[in-house]
């Protein structure tokens, strides 16, 4: 007699998750995302109910934190509540973030949810109409730094037809996650067990089909590097034999990247309207953050109404609210104004206030500039005369920090004297968009601080001289040459 098993696979909720920062200024976009983590698992409830299944395994960090505010245990109540009345079972694994310590206040759960002890792997045969139809398998970190492999105590211990192991573990040794619970490929072969259910890392992967090894991702992105789609896994077995794994989209917001590559304008396109450059189709199946868009914005008006499409093109993709953070890239007659004063941080605010009041929002949460001069100075080095010379003595000082120092401290520090300003030498520069890419770091089960204001960051004092270097330079040179400046 055909048996056929559906149950869903979720990890790393992470209820209550901060996004701090990030909306101090718009209230209704703080609010919402206040409520992306429970609205996402409410989601993955739904999906559970909708789609008929058995179970519900849950891998590790339900809380975000190992205290576990009342106002996340009791949200996370009312959902398994929702699960029991569909007489879903449900089995938790802790992790990390949410360890079963003795700390941890003793919750009423409702009926048909099973959380696995931190001693040893517990197993939890699933009944339909009196037969087994799978064993559960799982057990829960006793503590956060948890450096034991966990996997090694899995072995399958009955004739159940489907056995799936349950644990929050870095499998693989994947470097960009902390090695708690760390195990390898084939301790997990060797469990005996047809689908291992992973929580730990954040982003979906199969590691392995046979057995199947799945981290499903979280269900909600919870930093600026939890870009995409997110969701839980819905999982499909015939007679014992998984025969599939399904996602389904469960994120209430979602976090994007995008590199917008402005190009030199060419002669044709003069005019303030901006050409965007659409994507091939095999570059469209890629997600949003691998597809630069590319433009020529003569003008911020043409730049500003660009950054405005792209928002919309994100909008349309998901049809939900975005997060996004933009780069803008290439040498463009732009680079000037962007480099001014406030000018990135209007464009920002304009373009938040505008984006923001459209449904869904989109949230511009950066806005990064790396874009360079269109002049060449490739041939203006090679071409005599002053301009040339001036190119030489900036490639000069710029390998000479100190000298680059006692300049910036020469030119600067009379004029900061006079205005009655503390003497910093690099003041002005403080404020320069951002102009150098530094990646986040890699701190997966922390949420880095999420920046409001692009243009708030100060540099490092070296970094602000060449950026002064640089901005001098081209100055000089775009008021110097004829035809490099803006139109
Ligand atoms: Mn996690």
């Known amino acids: 007699m055909s048996r056929s098993v559906t149950f869903v696979h979720t990890a790393d909720l992470h209820l209550a998750a901060p996004f701090k920062g990030l909306c101090a200024d718009d209230p209704q976009i703080g609010a919402e995302l206040a409520e992306a983590t429970y609205a996402a698992f409410s989601a993955v ?72 002890g931190a001693k040893a792997v517990e197993r939890y045969a699933v009944l339909r109409d009196g037969e087994v139809i799978a064993a559960v398998y799982g057990q829960s970190f006793g503590r956060s730094a948890e450096t034991a492999n966990l996997a090694l105590g899995f072995r399958r211990s009955g004739d159940e037809p489907l056995a799936v192991g349950v644990l929050h573990a870095n499998a693989g040794g994947n470097t960009d996650y902390d090695p708690y619970a760390p195990a390898s490929l084939d301790d997990l072969r060797a469990a005996g067990m047809d689908y291992w259910a992973l929580g730990h890392v954040h982003t979906y992967g199969v590691l392995c089909e046979d057995p199947w090894i799945v981290y499903p991702g979280n269900p909600q992105g919870l930093s600026p590097r939890g870009i995409g789609q997110r969701g839980c896994v819905v999982v499909h077995a015939e007679n014992g034999q998984v025969t599939g794994v399904e996602r389904v989209e469960a994120a209430r917001v979602i976090w994007e990247q995008v590199t917008v590559q402005l190009q030199p304008v060419t002669s044709q396109a003069t005019t303030a309207q901006p050409a965007i450059v659409q994507p091939t189709e095999a570059v469209a199946a890629q997600p949003a953050a691998m597809q630069p868009a590319t433009a020529q914005a003569a003008t911020i008006d043409g730049l500003r109404s660009m950054l405005g499409q792209e928002c919309s093109r994100l909008r349309d993709q998901y049809g939900r609210p975005v997060i996004a953070r933009f780069l803008l890239t290439g040498a463009t007659p732009l680079h000037e104004v962007l480099l001014r004063p406030g000018v990135v941080g209007e464009l920002l605010d304009d373009l938040r206030v505008e984006q923001s009041y459209i449904q869904p929002w989109v949230w511009i949460d950066r806005l990064r500039v790396e874009t360079s001069s269109p002049l060449d100075l490739g041939s203006i080095r090679s071409g005599g005369g002053f301009a040339t010379e001036l190119v030489r003595i900036a490639d000069e000082l710029s390998k000479d920090p100190c000298a680059l120092a006692q300049l910036v401290a020469e030119v600067t520090g009379p004029v900061e004297k006079a205005l009655g300003l503390p003497v910093t030498a690099v003041s002005g520069y403080a404020h320069l968009p951002e102009h150098t890419h530094t990646p986040d770091t890699h701190t997966p089960d922390t949420h880095p601080s999420v920046h409001t204001h692009a243009v708030a960051h100060a540099h490092p004092p070296d970094h602000a001289h060449s950026l002064a270097l640089a901005h001098a330079r081209d100055l000089v040179l775009s008021r110097l040459l004829p035809g490099d400046g803006e139109s």
């Open 45 to 116: 409830v739904d999906t559970c109910i909708g789609r008929e299944a058995d179970f519900l395994v849950i891998a590790g960090d339900v809380y975000d934190g190992a205290e576990r505010g009342l106002r996340a245990q009791w949200r996370f109540r009312e959902q398994l509540c929702r699960l029991a009345d569909a007489g879903i079972q449900v089995f938790i694994a802790h992790g990390n973030h949410d360890p079963l310590t003795d700390q941890v206040a003793e919750q009423e759960l409702p009926e048909g949810v099973h959380v696995f």
